[in-house]
Nanobody
Framework: QVRLVESGGGSVQAGGSLSLSCAASGYTDPPNCMAWFRQAPGKAREWVTY????????YYADSVKGRFTISQSNAKNAVYLQMNSLRPEDTAMYYC????????????????WGHGTQVTVSS
């Protein structure tokens, strides 16, 4: 049973920074990628970023490119999201996910999802 637990959300003013963490456990085989998604009230869940567990290449949605940075622990059992220059439109519940493929696709099968951590950015 894959277990993902996010932490680090909170409230910040526009232009500020927050760091999120996601601790992963319960794998029999490690995922090929770890991703962050977010869902704002009344909106569909959207992909934010993912990192390849093998190559460590990182990919970002255009809306966060240049502001957010994803990284992973050396043991590949944690993933982090550094969020800088936050905007009110970044306000959402942020979810960590693990997958073998289609890492940026919300509806593609995942090894697991976290329960989410709230990020609120005020103007």
């Amino acid at each position: 049973q894959v277990r993902l637990v996010e932490s680090g959300g909170g409230s910040v003013q526009a232009g500020g920074s927050l760091s999120l963490s996601c601790a992963a456990s319960g794998y029999t085989d490690p995922p090929n990628c770890m991703a962050w998604f977010r869902q704002a009230p009344g909106k569909a869940r959207e992909w934010v970023t993912y990192i390849s567990a093998v190559s460590t290449n990182a990919y970002y949605a255009d809306s966060v490119k240049g502001r957010f940075t994803i990284s992973q622990s050396n043991a590949k059992n944690a993933v982090y999201l550094q969020m800088n220059s936050l905007r009110p439109e970044d306000t959402a519940m942020y979810y960590c996910a693990a997958a073998r493929q289609n890492c940026a696709v919300v509806d593609a099968p995942k090894l697991g999802w976290g329960h989410g951590t709230q990020v609120t950015v005020s103007s």
